[in-house]
Every structure is written in structure tokens, then in C-alpha cells.
């Protein structure tokens, strides 16, 4: 009852902060938005304020905005499901190599001209997917044994994955400024096909994942006691994982490379609620989603008009995260 409790609180707190945050970074720009107009206008309570007003919004900052929070739910949601399945704290698409292997995919669909950006996803799944085969497939032969073992191993298979991506920008000139987007991350591009993308994606993502709520529980205790109570492992494993790679691949080929969101969200969740999964994936929807939009905001203003990409934000807050779980996981390991 008290876990319950506090996980309807922390629910709460979340759903609270993302739509502050969402009318906070629709106001903030170039031209100033009034909270109250946004508020109003969400509302549907009548066409205040000059017209351009309306131009920004809803053409600019509300898919933007959007796009943001739901880039941060699925990113989460995909890290909660790889430290789940792997057992581990440190696990994530970015330090996976997942994230890397997904920019590969989309750096290919790029060179061979691929416009649509259900196949950039489609693209962007397949080396999300295959990175997570080769990790995967090393940790089941033994090959990699200890935590830090597999995460060394995830980090050269996505470098790997990053240099033949420069590759690709040596042959293909003409979408170099494309590709370096997904190198670094940012959002200035994002439409509102993609956010009805990443929503449908997210929403099929949580529905999987959450289905497998119990199933990431039992591996918790170790793959033997799983067995024993009547879970097939190898095959809710491929499930899984599959899904977690379809989800940051998705979040790739939209906004390209936004690294570590999918560590620090599901970690300092569960630090806060536990390890159920029952809770702890919808949770950690939520907390990626209030990150990613806060982090976006501030790189549209923190030095504006210049903007920076916002994986390189992530990437400062995420690095001595990792450091820190390194440190605190040092006997674990």
C-alpha cells in the first residue's frame, strides 16, 4: 500500500511538471508567447493574441514540445527495458551501442535516398537491432561475463557503428548536415508526422513492455528462477529486446543520437518507487519525457539565438551519472 501511494504521488508530481514544462518551452523563443494565450489556446477558448501567434505554435513549437516528451518517454522506456533484461543499472541504448547502430541504419537509408520517415525507421530498427544481437549474443556465449564487460562491449561495437557512419558522410556529401543532426541530436527538424509517429510507437512500445512487466521481474531473480516459473527466457528475451531496439531506433531517426536519458531516468526512478516494472515503466515514461523537454528548452535558450543540440546537454548530465553508478556499482562489479 505504501509503495501504491508513493507511485500515485511521484505519477502525479510527473504528469504536473511535463505540462508546466510544456507551457514553460512553448512561451520561450525568438518571439515571446504569453503562459496565459498558450493556456487559453490549449484550452480552445477562443482565437486571441496576432495570428503569427497562432503560425508559431502550432506549426512550431507545439510539435516540437511534443516531440520532445515523447522522444524522452520512449528513450526511457527502452533503457528500463534493457537494464531489466540484462540485470543491470548501467545498461542503455546509448551505451549499448544501440543508438549508434540505429544511426547507422539511417545514415544508410540516407545514401541510398530513402525520403520517407517510416523508412528511415525502418532502417534506423535494423542496426538498433543488429548492435543489439552482436551485445547480446556475446553475453550468451560467455564471451562477456561481468557488467562492465558488456558495457566495453556495447561501447566498441557502437564505435564501430560511428565510424562507418563517417564513412558515409565522406561519400555522401550532400546530407552531411542530416547525418551530423543524428550524431548530436536535435529537435529544430521535428514535424508533427513525426510526433504521431513516435506517439503511435510509444503507446505499441509501453503496451509490449508493460505486458512484460512480470516477465523482467522473474529475470531480476536470474534466468534459472525465471525457468522455473514457467517462462520461456529465450523467447521473452527476444521480445524484449526487440522491442527496446524498435523504440530507440525510432527516437534515432527522428531526432538522431540523444544519449543517456535512457540510464538516468529508469535508475533514479527505481531508486525512488523500486524495481516492480508494474510501476516502474510508465514512471519512467514520464521522468524521460520531463527530462528531454526541460533539456530541449534549455538548449533553445541558453545561449540563444544560438542553439545547441541537445544530446550534447544530455551527454554533460549523463556522464558523471555514469561515473557515479560506476562508482557506486564498483563492488558488483
Same mark, same amino acid.
Given at each position: ?196 509517429? =513516435?506517439?503511435?510507437?510509444? @503507446? &505499441?512500445? $509501453? *503496451? !509490449? ?6 516477465? #523482467?521481474? /522473474?529475470?531480476? +531473480? ?40 535512457? =540510464?538516468?531516468?529508469?535508475? @533514479? &526512478?527505481? $531508486? *525512488? !518507487? ?6 516502474? #515503466?510508465? /514512471?519512467?515514461? +514520464? ?47
Amino acid at each position: 500500500m505504501r509503495r501504491l501511494l508513493t507511485y500515485n504521488k511521484l505519477f502525479g508530481v510527473l504528469l504536473v511538471g511535463i505540462a508546466l514544462a510544456i507551457i514553460i518551452a512553448s512561451s520561450l523563443g525568438a518571439v515571446r508567447l504569453p503562459s496565459s494565450w498558450i493556456i487559453k489556446t490549449l484550452l480552445g477558448q477562443g482565437p486571441e493574441g496576432p495570428s503569427y501567434w497562432h503560425s508559431i505554435f502550432w506549426q512550431i513549437r507545439l510539435p516540437r514540445v511534443l516531440g520532445a516528451v515523447l522522444v524522452g518517454a520512449v528513450l526511457a522506456l527502452s533503457g528500463t527495458a534493457f537494464q531489466g533484461v540484462l540485470k543491470n543499472s548501467l545498461a542503455d541504448p546509448y551505451i549499448l551501442g544501440v543508438s549508434a547502430g540505429a544511426s547507422l541504419g539511417a545514415a544508410i537509408a540516407s545514401l541510398l535516398s530513402v525520403q520517407s520517415v517510416y523508412g528511415f525507421s525502418f532502417a534506423a530498427f535494423l542496426g538498433a537491432l543488429a548492435v543489439t544481437s552482436i551485445v547480446y549474443t556475446l553475453a550468451s556465449n560467455g564471451m562477456v561475463r561481468r557488467v562492465q564487460d558488456l558495457v566495453l562491449a556495447g561501447v566498441a561495437i557502437g564505435s564501430v557503428a560511428s565510424s562507418l557512419v563517417s564513412v558515409i558522410l565522406v561519400l555522401d556529401r550532400a546530407s552531411m548536415d542530416k547525418i551530423v543532426m543524428w550524431m548530436m541530436g536535435s529537435f529544430s527538424g521535428i514535424s508533427w508526422s513525426s510526433v504521431r509517429m =513516435l506517439f503511435l510507437c510509444l @503507446i &505499441i512500445g $509501453l *503496451l !509490449i513492455l508493460n505486458s512484460k512487466s512480470r516477465v #523482467l521481474n /522473474a529475470l531480476l +531473480l536470474g534466468e534459472e528462477a525465471a525457468w522455473n516459473l514457467g517462462i520461456n527466457v529465450t523467447r521473452e528475451t527476444y521480445i524484449i529486446l526487440t522491442t527496446a531496439s524498435f523504440l530507440a531506433a525510432v527516437a534515432v531517426s527522428v531526432t538522431g543520437v540523444i544519449g543517456f536519458v535512457g =540510464l538516468m531516468v529508469p535508475h @533514479i &526512478i527505481r $531508486l *525512488l !518507487i523500486g524495481p516492480d516494472h508494474k510501476y516502474l #515503466l510508465p /514512471a519512467s515514461v +514520464l521522468g524521460g519525457g520531463l527530462l528531454v523537454v526541460i533539456t530541449d528548452c534549455l538548449a533553445r535558450t541558453i545561449i540563444a539565438p544560438t542553439e545547441l543540440p541537445v544530446g550534447v546537454i544530455t551527454s554533460l548530465l549523463g556522464g558523471p551519472f555514469f561515473l557515479y553508478l560506476l562508482k557506486t556499482n564498483k563492488k558488483k562489479l
